[in-house]
């Protein structure tokens, strides 16, 4: 069964810059639109950016113009540049396919936990 491991995360200031890494263990990303969550404590797991199969890219508006995704040159990869990390940011960030109803496909993660400091 294919696995995530999401990691990159941890403790910046705010203003900071971090990148997160989504590795599969098999070649599957690049055939389903890959999705950025994070939850943030005591709140919702929620989508901050997507990457579609043909390299289209949606973002939250939380998050647009400072989170950037990507996908590696492997097929197996995801990629999160953050910029101009906010606290507001601080969160355990999670990486998942997504199917056509839009809902995770994959067993989740154990995430990247990012912190920033003010």
């Known amino acids: 069964q294919v696995q995530l491991v999401e990691s990159g995360g941890g403790l910046v200031q705010a203003g900071g810059s971090l990148r997160l890494s989504c590795a599969a263990s098999g070649s599957i990303l690049s055939v389903y639109r890959m999705v950025w969550y994070r939850q943030a404590p005591q709140k919702p797991r929620v989508s901050v950016a997507s990457i579609f199969s043909d390299g289209t890219t949606r973002y939250d508006d939380s998050v647009k113009g400072r989170f950037t995704i990507s996908r590696g040159d492997a097929s197996n990869t995801v990629y999160l540049q953050m910029n101009s990390l906010k606290p507001e940011d601080t969160a355990v960030y999670f990486c998942?396919?997504?199917?056509?109803?839009?809902?995770?496909?994959?067993?989740w993660g154990q995430g990247t936990r990012v912190t920033v400091s003010s």
């Open positions: 998942n396919a997504v199917g056509r109803n839009s809902m995770p496909i994959l067993p």
